[in-house]
């Protein structure tokens, strides 16, 4: 059973939702490194250590907004043929992901 509103599903609306906060976040980013054409200046504003607002912005804007959209389409568990039930976390996802030949 799915509510539409105005033609649109809630998992539409919740879909672009999710998208919107990654965009917002790039945005964000895009405008921290915007404040300088210089190439040397840019590496500084990307680094934390020198510039702690690309912590925030990534940690506290980025990271989440992703998090959101991984943990949107996991199953809540996985069956594991050894020891059953096991509960799925989106950091297993980046984790397998990143796997070398994979």
């Known amino acids: ?3 539409t509103f105005s033609g649109t599903s809630q998992n539409d609306v919740k879909e672009r939702s999710l998208l919107r906060a990654v965009s917002r976040a790039v945005d964000l980013i895009l405008v921290h490194f915007g404040s300088s054409r210089d190439p040397e ?3 500084r504003l990307g680094n934390s250590s020198c510039s702690p607002t690309i912590a925030g912005l990534v940690l506290e ?3 989440p907004s992703i998090q959101n959209i991984l943990e949107d389409g996991l199953r809540d568990h996985k069956l594991d043929p050894i020891i059953g039930q096991r509960r799925t976390h ?3 996802v980046v984790e ?3 796997r070398i030949g994979m």
């Open 41 to 43: 200046e840019k590496m």
């Open 96 to 98: 397998l992901s990143t």
């Open 90 to 92: 989106s950091w297993r």
């Open 61 to 63: 804007h980025l990271c």
């Open 1 to 3: 059973f799915t509510v």
